[in-house]
């Protein structure tokens, strides 16, 4: 249903309203009014002239509706731009121009709905009713418009006192009218024992989500782009924008989300002391914002990606696809209606041909009895002129014999055709048996097609199941790929630290190695060093001995005095002796304790033999 469609809903009642005397007709005074109104909510320039000109010809008399449509066609509706003005606004118009003639409520009764209230169901009705002029709306629509301003007051819905008008031959032929309707809602059997403000709130409810396109309203928590903050706002979810306010008035907006098919919702975690998070995003920027509780923001988020579903699928509004779902369904309904009353229109034909058939059947088996009576008749004559030809056999034998003979080919005739009728009777009986069988057969494939179809119904509500909990498994899929996708970064990151911590380990091994190798140079070379100071003491050891060995008493010596007059003992206070002795010392103390021990009896040694040298004369 397009915006020319229910432009011209409104305007019809508009139109009706100035026809006082129900002939179809309007006077051209009327018509100016109602045009130079129509073009100011509109916010469309007004030509006055127009209308004038447009019906030069037909100057008499008023104008009907046939003769006006071209005209608002041309000059009022093909000016109208989508965007430019408040629909609102031309409805309010219209139903106050009807109102003043067909909307006459009971004053004195206590269940009358408020003028707003009454306005709103108005509104509701033209965008549920059909498009056929006069507008009515059928039952379906009306339990459903009904059901949902119960829902919206939190009652049960009491569908017997609906029932019971519903049953009404006028409602049941033609729909009910917007006027059947108020009254019925002002009669209170649909709001009996609620408040009247809960009533209002409801209907303003349903008229905004319905009219008004708002798939949610609600208060959420927002955080801010700029200075991060959380704020309460009051949101308003539509097919193509997520408006927020301060307030539930709706007065100061504070800002526009535009909604297409680049924008997707996340649920979050909690934080910043907020919890029921979620956040929707678009192609610029991230929107973060906390619900009251679990609920509301699984119905937050459900609605938001309506929205994002019938803005990819290139819809405006969710009621006016739901409406032509439903209308749908009941053409399909009224289809399976009418093929179910032909189906009971063949079946009675098959019925009727099997009791003709049936008929026809006595009647062969009257027509048998018949034959069989004849066949009776025939042959009680038979015998009687079988008498007479015996009576006459003495006088006349030849004409006997040959009437015999006679006789016999005709008795031979009757039978035969006796024979061919008990075929046909058999015949006959055997087509019976046949039909019978068909119709048998008949019956049980209905019955088996009516056991395919409810098994079909059954297979399409498990497809629907299972493809329901194929979308959850694919969801909690992409959820398990982004978390596991998560855990290879993290084990990414600490395995290239420890490859870090492994590659210093290594280089220090490598280090340690290094200097392990220098140190076992260094063993080797200060063993080498100590092996040859050792030979050395030991040869020094051999020359000493040989050289400090005491000379007894009485025992000449021998003459060498050259040798002894050349070769000097040092002494302890020769310095080089000391040197050497100093660094034996040294390198035997790494050497081992013994060579320490064998140097201090060579150092006592040669002490006694300096003394000994000076006592000899």
């Known amino acids: 249903m ?92 219209c139903w106050t121009l009807t109102a003043k003639k067909n909307y006459q409520p009971d004053k004195n009764s206590t269940s009358v709905l408020p003028e707003k209230d009454a306005f709103r169901l108005w509104c509701l009705f033209n965008f549920l009713s059909e498009d056929k002029y006069p507008l009515v709306m059928v039952p379906d629509e009306v339990e459903y418009l009904v059901k949902k ?39 209170g059997k649909i709001t009996r024992g609620i408040d009247k403000s809960i009533t209002s709130m409801a209907i303003e409810e349903v008229y905004r989500e319905i009219v008004g396109d708002v798939l949610k309203e609600g208060y959420l928590w927002k955080k801010g782009q700029l200075r991060r903050n959380w704020k309460e706002r009051w949101f308003t979810l539509k097919p193509s924008n997520l408006f927020y306010y301060t307030g539930e008035d709706r007065k100061e907006c504070q800002g526009n989300i535009g909604l297409d098919g680049n924008c ?50 290139g819809k405006t509004s969710l009621h006016k696809d ?46 048998q009895k018949q034959a069989q009576a004849l066949l009776e008749q025939d042959e009680q004559r038979r015998r009687q002129q079988h008498e007479q030809l015996q009576r006459a056999l003495e006088i006349q034998l030849r004409e006997a014999e040959e009437a015999r003979v006679s006789m016999q080919a005709e008795m031979a005739l009757k039978e035969e055709e006796a024979e061919r009728q008990r075929k046909r009777i058999q015949e006959l009986e055997e087509m019976q048996k046949r039909l019978e ?29 299972k493809m329901k909990a194929l979308m959850s498994l694919q969801e909690e899929q992409e959820e398990y790929i982004l978390k596991t996708q998560r855990e290879k970064q993290e084990l990414k990151q600490e395995m290239e630290a420890k490859s870090r911590a492994l590659d210093e380990a290594q280089r220090q091994l490598e280090e340690v190695r290094a200097n392990r190798h220098r140190v076992d140079q260094d063993v080797v070379a200060a063993q080498r060093k100590l092996r040859q100071a ?78 000994g040298d000076m006592d000899i004369p």
């Open 534 to 611: 050792s030979t050395n003491v030991k040869h020094w050891n051999v020359q000493m001995n040989r050289l400090m060995r005491p000379i007894g008493p009485g025992e000449k010596r021998p003459s060498l005095g050259s040798s002894f007059s050349s070769f000097q003992i040092p002494t302890q206070r020769d310095p080089g002796l000391r040197l050497r002795r100093r660094s034996g010392s040294e390198d035997q103390d790494e050497e081992s304790k013994e060579n320490v021990d064998n140097r201090a009896d060579l150092e006592k040694r040669c002490s006694h033999a300096s003394n």
């Open 437 to 465: 069988e068909a119709l048998q057969l008949e019956i049980k494939a209905r019955l088996d097609e009516e056991a395919f179809r409810y098994a079909q119904a059954g297979l399409l509500a498990e497809e629907e199941e």
């Open 149 to 187: 301003i119960c829902m919206a007051m939190s009652v049960e819905f009491n569908c017997v006192e609906l029932e019971d008008f519903f049953s009404q031959d006028s409602v049941q032929q033609t729909g009910i009218t917007v006027w059947v309707f108020l009254t019925m809602m002002n009669s």
């Open 264 to 313: 997707c919702v996340e649920v979050l975690p909690d934080r910043d002391g907020k919890r029921c998070m979620f956040c929707l995003k678009t192609l610029s920027k991230t929107y973060e914002m906390s619900a009251s509780d679990t609920k509301q923001r699984q119905e937050w988020t459900t609605a938001i990606q309506t929205a994002i579903r019938l803005h990819t699928e």
């Open 322 to 367: 739901l409406k032509l779902k439903r209308r749908e369904q009941r053409e399909q309904r009224e289809k399976r209606r009418q093929a179910k009353e032909e189906e009971l229109q063949r079946l009675r034909a098959l019925q009727e041909e099997r009791e003709r058939k049936l008929a026809e059947l006595e009647l062969l088996k009257e027509a």
């Open 2 to 93: 397009d915006l020319r469609s229910e432009l011209l809903k409104s305007i019809w009642y508009g139109f009706t309203a100035l026809d006082l005397e129900k002939s179809g007709k309007v006077s051209k005074s009327q018509l100016k009014v109602l045009s130079h109104n129509l073009c100011t909510v509109l916010c469309i320039p007004h030509d006055p002239v127009a209308l004038e000109e447009h019906f030069r010809d037909d100057d008499d008399g008023p104008v009907s509706s046939q003769g006006y449509m071209p005209y608002l066609n041309k000059y009022i509706l093909d000016k109208v731009v989508e965007g430019s003005f408040n629909k609102e606004n031309v409805d309010e118009l």
